[in-house]
């Protein structure tokens, strides 16, 4: 319950912090309103850039601030938070500390606030991960309990800020192995995040993130269409992948000072929205757009193109060194793969429906469930996000064959997974 409080303020105290640095750089500086999704506001956001020329500069400096604040005092904040904090779970849960809390809390505001591709998940559930390290630490909690602590800092946290309760607790289960379940981390799991969601909900309101246009009815032709979704779900994953530690790995190579990097990388993305405004900040609103069916006189080559131009600004903002999480990217890309799908789908292939609400919702449960490796989690994730339980037997055709295809090559978003159960001395 303790973890669980801590994770509901930490998730409000984010929201606020973040939602005042996207107003002050994107909104005051930039000349430009991101939209929102349903749970957010709704807002439809800027119909176009009034000052384009200060997007890329906006992008540049929260890079250059965010970069300050991690590589001059926790310079482990780098990156995205959830996979830190699966690393402490199975490396030390003593380990956490609670500088590095703070600077990812502001370096995320920052680096999303500016514009840049990030989730807010991250550092909300490195700020709970962080209080379970601190408890153990105190409380002297052996290892085992320390784990699940950590553990269930993660789900409740992620829950809490996404307003899936349900998801979060599984997903502290879930998350934590490639090819296994950490059942002890669930029961714990449903009480954090339960308390988690009852804070963050009564600071924000009790109601999912989207909001789904239409009514979903199933056809068994659909089993077909969203099996391709799963295919091209898993590779789009591994895609995402590839390139997000690709991006790590050539930034390290870059003559130029830990701290400049990230600005470099905002600047970049700043210059890649001035084509396409789909890259920038968390992305929900457009996500919003899709499931509304908004994005219906857009042309189909903006859609295709969209969830690499957002794997690309994600690898550019959190890969040279900036700060946030991979998961709402993640949900990002795959509602655009999930649209873009439909569009070519809906002329001429039977049983796909008029509308594409369905193909956004499982395109998100297919790409994230597979690279993550926790696709039960972000099934139940999801759907609660959406209210969409009606979608969930075709979508379990897309998660599983994206996780197969996932799991042959053996990739993931999160590094510091182990294989299974029983492997962590293989990690030390």
Do not use: C, N
């Not at 790995?249 to 600005?263: D, E, S, Y």
């Not at 001429?348 to 993550?372: D, E, Q, T």
Request: glycine share 16%; net charge neutral; proline share 5%.
């Amino acid at each position: 319950m303790a973890i669980g409080i801590v994770a509901g303020l930490g998730a409000v105290v984010f929201y606020e912090l973040l939602r005042l640095a996207t107003d002050l750089f994107l909104g005051v500086l930039g000349g430009y309103r991101v939209p929102s999704a349903a749970g957010e506001g709704y807002a439809p956001g800027s119909a176009g850039f009034s000052r384009p020329w200060a997007i890329p500069l906006v992008l540049a400096v929260g890079g250059l601030l965010s970069g300050f604040l991690v590589f001059a005092f926790a310079p482990e904040a780098e990156g995205h938070g959830t996979d830190a904090a699966i690393a402490a779970v199975h490396r030390d849960p003593r380990s956490i500390r609670p500088r590095a809390i703070v600077v990812k809390i502001l370096a995320s505001a920052l680096t999303i606030g500016s514009g840049g591709s990030g989730g807010r998940e991250g550092p909300t559930a490195q700020i709970s991960a962080g209080f379970g390290s601190l408890i153990t630490r105190y409380l002297g909690l052996s290892d085992a309990d320390g784990r699940i602590a950590v553990a269930t800092g993660i789900g409740s946290g992620i829950g809490a800020i996404f307003s899936a309760p349900l998801g979060g607790a599984v997903l502290a289960a879930d998350i934590l192995y490639r090819e296994d379940f950490e059942f002890a981390a669930l029961v714990p799991g449903l009480l954090a995040a339960s308390v988690a969601y009852a804070i963050f909900g009564a600071w924000f309101g009790y109601h999912p993130l989207f909001a789904v246009a239409g009514s979903y009815r199933f056809s068994s032709y659909q089993l077909l269409w969203f099996g391709l979704l799963g295919a091209i779900g898993g590779l789009v994953g591994i895609i995402y992948a590839r390139i997000f530690y690709g991006t790590i790995t050539l930034a390290h190579r870059v003559m130029l000072p830990a701290l400049l990097r990230p600005a470099l990388g905002g600047l970049l993305v700043g210059l890649l929205a001035l084509a396409m405004p789909e890259v920038l900040g968390t992305g929900y609103g457009w996500v919003q757009k899709g499931l509304g069916d908004q994005l219906s006189h857009t042309p189909i080559y903006i859609i295709l193109l969209a969830p690499f131009a957002r794997i690309i600004a994600t690898a550019l903002s959190i890969g040279s060194g900036g700060s946030g999480g991979v998961f709402g990217p993640g949900m990002v890309i795959g509602a655009f793969t999930g649209l873009a799908v439909w569009r070519l789908l809906e002329p001429i292939a039977p049983g796909v429906g008029s509308s594409p609400g369905a193909f956004v919702v499982v395109g998100m449960m297919a790409i994230f469930g597979g690279i993550s490796r926790a696709p039960l989690a972000v099934t139940v994730m999801v759907a609660e996000m959406t209210s969409s339980v009606a979608v969930l037997a075709p979508a379990m055709v897309a998660v599983a064959i994206s996780t197969l295809i996932v799991s042959v090559r053996d990739q993931t978003i999160y590094h510091a997974q182990l294989r299974e159960r029983g492997s962590r001395e293989d990690s030390a």
